[in-house]
C-alpha cells in the first residue's frame, strides 16, 4: 500500500517591477496578456468566482493542469484564487493564493502569498516556491 500524506507549507515572494499597478493588473488579468508569462488558458474567465484551466507539458513528459478559482478580485490591488494542480492524473497539491498590488515610487510591489496543501511527496513547497520565482521573473519580463 502507497503511503499517504500531506505537507501543509506557506510561502510568500516579492517582486517590485517598474510598472503602475493598472500595467500589472492586466498582466494578469487579460488572457493574452498572461499568457505572455504564464501557461496559455483553455479557459479563462477573470471574474469572482470564474475559472482558469490550462493543461499541457513537455512531449515525452506528463501532462499538467492547472485549475483555478477566483474568489476575490479587487481591480489593481488584490487577486486571490484557489487551485488545484495535476501531473496526469495524480493530484499533486490544492492552494489558495494572494497577489497583492502595492503601489510605490515610480512602480509597483507584488506580494504573491501561497498557502498549500502538497500531496504524497508529488511536490513540494521548495520546488513549488522555486516554480512561482521564475514565473514572477517572467512576469517581469513581459512587464519590461
Sequence with gaps: ???????????????????SPARVYQAWSDANSKAKWFSKPEIFEFRVGGREYSSGGPPEGPVFTFDAYYQEIVPEE???????L??????????ITTV???PTEGGTRLVFTEQGAFFDGHDS?????HGTNEMLDALGKSLE
Design 1 to 19: 500500500m502507497t503511503e499517504r500524506f500531506v505537507k501543509h507549507a506557506t510561502f510568500v515572494v516579492e517582486r517590485t517591477y517598474a510598472a
Design 78 to 84: 488584490r487577486i486571490v484564487y484557489s487551485y488545484s
Design 86 to 95: 495535476d501531473s496526469d492524473d495524480i493530484r499533486m497539491s490544492v492552494s
Design 100 to 102: 497583492e498590488l502595492i
Design 125 to 129: 513547497p521548495e520546488i513549488r516556491e
